[in-house]
């Protein structure tokens, strides 16, 4: 078992700055990829970022390139979505997850255990 809380969401304008954090306990945190996906109203959650277990590659989807950061403090088990420019259509409930596959970082079903996930909303 493992436990995810994500926390850092809220209500920013457009062209502010978000950080997120992912908090996990239960799992050996620094042996497992993480990533971070979004889920706007009515529409399918979406692959936003992910992160190697030592926190040497990254992804990103190609929306938030150039101003979304992800990374990962392993002595704190936390990972961190750093969102710079916000954009009103970044606004979402965002979740951070771990992934099994080691790979297919963009793909919902490679990973398994989610937190609750944090709402962001960007107004303009």
């Known amino acids: 078992q493992v436990q995810l809380v994500e926390s850092g969401g809220g209500l920013v304008q457009a062209g502010g700055s978000l950080r997120l954090s992912c908090a996990a306990s239960?799992?050996?945190?620094?042996?497992?990829?993480m990533g971070w996906f979004r889920q706007a109203p009515g529409k399918e959650r979406q692959f936003v970022a992910a992160i190697t277990w030592s926190g040497g590659r990254t992804y990103y989807t190609d929306s938030v390139k150039g101003r979304f950061t992800i990374s990962r403090d392993n002595a704190k088990n936390t990972v961190y979505l750093q969102m710079d420019s916000l954009k009103p259509e970044d606004t979402a409930v965002y979740y951070c997850?771990?992934?099994?596959?080691?790979?297919?970082?963009?793909?919902?079903?490679?990973?398994?255990?989610w937190g609750q996930g944090t709402q962001v909303t960007v107004s303009s």
């Open positions: 239960g799992r050996t945190f620094s042996r497992y990829d």
């Open positions: 997850a771990t992934n099994f596959l080691g790979s297919d970082y963009d793909v919902r079903a490679s990973y398994d255990y």
